[in-house]
């Protein structure tokens, strides 16, 4: 029995594809062994039809406990995608011999060819430090993407990866554990076997293990892994691209730039940096950059100077986009080299940068080969958009008005927001309600043929096999994640309404019952109970206005809601805006819930109490005399006004004065507007404030008038002229700064400054 042949590979790196290829030339194996989901053995056919790369295997997984998915990407210089080629072009047994993506190894996943942070090794930055480079990209080009003989790059390659396992000190995580124990397992079957060489092909961070493990085994084949009973699973191959491929887009293993790997892989190194450089040129002219030939010349002879001073014998990327960056960009950086790092873009990258990246990264979308197989969830959605007219048309642009009171424009909506819902692209919500509560009930849609419709769709089948289970299995997914958020569980229970699972709709409400008692969070409480009590009085489609299912959890709701605003305390403490909203929404149950079980008695005490608890937040309190004004509790309006005034000038200091009227206005907004005598009042009180205090209120009071919308500060602020003599002058022109109000407060507070170092030192006139 001899020795496999272990070929340990970067995944994407034409270096390593090379290797491969000539590896497999050479020794004629029997079988060829791949780091791959073994449950596509028997589909291996699929990978063989004429597919336009980049294409990936998409796996899938959903019970009730977890929804997965993982993609396995391979482009024409993955040393995956070689392997399998090769291997069945030279008449060899080809199998994956990797976990499924499905399995518990694979939690939390996305990527099977993900690095999980290796790159951060001690070991790769000690190397950097040594060659001075910055990071693991330029370090891999430095060391393996440059032309050599093929016996140097394997001893390369394997050192490399000898040293980056041995840098772990043999203490690896379960889900790699068992990851090499099944692929040692593929490897020990075929070796007893003996049929013939056996080549296998992995990450080169398991193929030291790989080496020694498959020895102490006896040659078993390894158990076919299979899911619980009621789960769900599969694997499909989908369309891929270039985009989602770079690691400037995040993709974890990315190698950054595909487009230049791929001119790499196609036309050598020597080649590859002429052609890409030439190609980023055009693309900063086609967005209007100018370049010059003397621009062009410059950069090319910048980046074989580097070239050179770095010992490349070929052009690597690095040192075309640093030359580039060196001979093009003439403006400071705000930020440092994209290059430098990995994963997107940092804001603040020079726009030049960017467009040179982009044109590094390419615009390759792959195509799958006719007779591919799909899910059976791709054939559904073609048969409802076909049964409703809303198919997209290659190169048209489709437009749709709905009317949802209508049957057919019903249940044409419901297709297109289940589309929605689960993220597929070309299908354009233009215009509708946000809820069916709106007066006009019609809606206008956009669709086109996405490029990505198909592998969306694909990858949607991980939640069902027809249009509306997989939208359902989707919202159970945001339900079941919601973790108890009130706020999350009532925009599901909306979606659900849209999409039509009546189902649906009654468990978010049975587990939003459940939850109101367990609430600690105002804020979050009220943007439910808002939503709620919007489709309980309002909706018009659904069956759900009046529903006694939405009245019990709006009743817990108020009930628990009042009970959260009663126990904050600190006189000076913050009030958030979702806060108050919260508030606002309990006022609005018991003003328009008529029907439903609210205790408005116990509602008015509690306000009662918190307007003149000394101990309240000051937004607290203004809120709750806002509720008290609105509500028309008081006397009259001279009454009410006197309140107002009097919580106002005990209030006047100028760290809660804004915090106070915030809670006023964002409850009594329409009553403040016709108060002049409060308006009066706290004109006196910012007259009389030092500059110091006024700018110590400014930002909470610019936060309190943002509850008026332009119209009603118009009136404000006429009220305020009238009070100075002033009427004749423009209200628009006073409101209209020519600076931001941010910068002239601290303008403002500079010259404060500035003067009392004068004063200090006996500088002032």
């Known amino acids: 029995m001899t020795e496999p042949v272990i070929v340990g590979v970067r995944h994407h790196s034409p270096a390593c594809a090379r290797l491969v290829r000539e590896t497999l030339r050479e020794v004629k194996p029997a079988r060829v062994l791949i780091e791959g989901p073994c449950d596509m053995n028997e589909r291996l056919d699929e990978l063989a039809l004429d597919h336009q790369l980049p294409v990936a ?16 990407p391979l482009c024409d210089y993955s040393p995956e995608w070689v392997a399998l080629r090769e291997g069945r072009a030279l008449g060899a047994e080809v199998r994956f011999i990797d976990l ?46 440059q032309p050599m003989p093929t016996e140097e790059l394997r001893a390369r390659l394997e050192l490399y990866f000898v040293r980056l396992r041995e840098a772990e000190g043999g203490v690896i995580n379960q889900a790699d554990e068992a990851r090499e124990l099944h692929m040692a397992m593929h490897l020990a079957q075929a070796m007893h076997e003996d049929a013939g060489p056996v080549v296998v092909v992995c990450g080169g961070y398991h193929a030291p293990a790989l080496a020694e493990d498959w020895k102490k085994l006896d040659g078993a084949a390894p158990p076919t892994p299979e899911p619980a009973g009621d789960a769900r699973h599969g694997s499909y191959l989908v369309p891929y691209s270039f985009h989602r491929l770079d690691a400037f887009t995040g993709y974890e293993a990315g190698m950054p730039s595909p487009a230049y790997y791929q001119e790499l892989w196609e036309h050598g190194p020597q080649a590859a940096g002429e052609r890409m450089l030439e190609l980023a040129v055009k693309r900063l002219r086609e967005k209007g950059q100018s370049v010059s030939a003397a621009d062009l010349i410059a950069a090319e002879t910048m980046t074989r100077g580097l070239m050179r001073l770095r010992g490349h014998a070929a052009m690597a990327r690095v040192d075309l986009l640093d030359g580039v960056a060196a001979a093009l960009v003439n403006d400071a950086l705000e930020v440092p080299l994209p290059w430098t790092r990995r994963g997107p873009l940092a804001p603040g990258t020079d726009p030049l940068l960017v467009v040179v990246v982009a044109a ?155 939850q109101v008692h367990q609430e600690a969070h105002l804020e979050r409480l009220g943007g439910a109970l808002g939503l709620l009590l919007a489709i309980w009085r309002h909706d018009r489609l659904f069956g759900a206005a009046r529903s006694p299912q939405i009245g019990a959890v709006i009743e ?15 006189a000076t403490a913050t ?52 509720y008290l004004w609105s509500m028309r509790t008081f006397a009259d309006e001279a009454d009410a006004q006197a309140h107002a005034v009097l919580a106002l000038r005990k ?5 809660v004065v ?82 931001d109000p941010t910068a002239m407060t601290r303008a403002v507070e500079l010259e404060q400054r500035v003067d009392a170092i004068e004063r200090r030192y006996g500088l002032t006139p």
Not at 455 to 473: I, P, R
């Open 57 to 72: 295997i998409f796996s899938y997984y959903q019970r009730d406990e977890r929804t997965h998915s993982s993609w396995s």
């Open 100 to 145: 499924p993506a499905w399995t518990h190894s694979f939690r939390g996943v996305a990527n099977r060819y993900a690095d999980h942070g290796r790159r951060r090794l001690a070991y790769v930055a000690t190397l950097c430090e040594r060659l001075g480079i910055d990071g693991l990209d330029p370090l891999w080009d430095h060391l393996f993407e």
């Open 360 to 514: 590094l990264s390419g615009k390759r979308r792959g195509e799958l080969a006719p007779g591919t197989p799909r899910p059976p969830l791709v054939a559904d959605v073609q048969a409802e958009l076909s049964l409703h007219d809303l198919l997209p048309v290659e190169g048209k642009r489709l437009e749709r008005v709905l009317d949802l009171t209508d049957p057919e424009g019903l249940q044409s909506s419901r297709v297109l927001h289940r589309l929605r819902v689960l993220n597929v692209p070309g299908f354009v919500r233009d215009r509708g309600p946000a809820l069916a509560t709106d007066a006009e009930l019609t809606e206008a849609w956009t669709i086109m043929r996405a490029l990505d419709a198909d592998s969306a769709l694909v990858e949607a089948a991980a939640f069902g096999a027809t249009l509306e289970a997989a939208a359902g299995a989707r919202l159970e997914e945001l339900m079941r994640g919601a973790d108890g958020n009130l706020d999350v569980l009532a925009r599901v229970l909306a979606e659900a309404l849209f999409v039509g699972l009546s189902g649906l709709a009654a468990r978010v409400l049975d587990r939003a019952r459940e």
């Open 556 to 570: 817990a709701m108020v009930a628990r809601g009042i009970w959260l605003f009663e126990g904050r305390s600190g």
């Open 575 to 626: 009030t958030s805006t979702d806060e108050l909203r919260a508030v606002i929404a309990i006022r609005d149950a018991v003003r328009y819930g008529g029907g439903l079980d609210l205790d408005a008695v116990v509602v008015h005490d509690v306000m009662a109490r918190r307007a003149v608890d000394a101990e309240a937040p000051p937004a607290h309190r203004g809120a709750a005399l806002g």
């Open 651 to 655: 209030s006047s200091q100028p760290e």
């Open 658 to 739: 804004g915090e106070l009227l915030a809670g006023l206005f964002a409850l009594a907004r329409e009553e403040v507007i016709a108060a002049p005598a409060l308006v009066e009042a706290l004109d006196q009180i910012l007259g009389q404030q030092t500059w110091h205090d006024f700018l110590v209120a400014v930002p909470s009071l610019r936060l309190a008038f943002s509850w008026f919308p332009p119209r009603e500060r118009d009136q404000i602020a006429r009220l305020v002229l009238g009070l100075h003599g002033a009427e004749d002058q423009s209200v628009r022109k006073l409101r209209r700064l020519s600076v």
